[in-house]
């Protein structure tokens, strides 16, 4: 059995920690454990952060796109965050660490690194002028947050 959801705002950087919240209240009904809650969360952050820093440029008319996805039977987690900016003209490049576009906003180049840590499974789909979409995949331990 799966439960779906989806979110779509406006991409400011305040609507950020709105993803990281509503992402991680949906995913806690499969009671991850506060590592895993976490490192959802931050990954969610992340990505939410390239597409509204890289894909918009913090253009006030770009839209973001959540959706997360739960596998209840195998505790499977998936995620995908998309943006219709301006996309990603080397792939293989923005994945390296430390690498940024915008390196005059100080940025650290380790969203993707991050991700692909945090994850099981990361995808990385962009057409420069058509967007980005970013599929992340957690298989969730069977441990516990909670002791019953």
């Known amino acids: 059995?799966?439960?779906?959801?989806?979110?779509?705002?406006?991409?400011?950087?305040q609507n950020e920690a709105f993803a990281r919240v509503a992402v991680g209240a949906f995913v806690a009904q499969l009671d991850p454990t506060m590592d895993e809650l976490t490192e959802i969360k931050t990954v969610v952050s992340e990505a939410v952060t390239n597409a509204v820093i890289h894909g918009y440029h913090e253009d006030p008319e770009g839209m973001i796109f959540v959706e997360a996805e739960l596998d209840l039977e195998h505790e499977i987690v998936q995620l995908t965050i998309k943006d219709n900016g301006v996309g990603i003209h080397n792939?293989?490049?923005?994945?390296?660490?430390?690498?940024?576009?915008?390196?005059?906003l100080e940025r650290s180049g380790m969203g993707f690194t991050i991700m692909e840590n945090f994850m099981d499974k990361?995808?990385?789909?962009?057409?420069?002028?058509?967007?980005t979409t970013v599929t992340l995949v957690k298989q969730l331990s069977k441990q516990r947050a909670y002791a019953n």
């Open 122 to 131: 990361v995808e990385i789909y962009s057409e420069p002028m058509e967007g």
């Open 91 to 104: 792939i293989e490049e923005a994945r390296q660490p430390l690498y940024t576009s915008k390196p005059e």
């Open 1 to 13: 059995m799966k439960n779906r959801m989806e979110l779509s705002f406006t991409a400011f950087s």
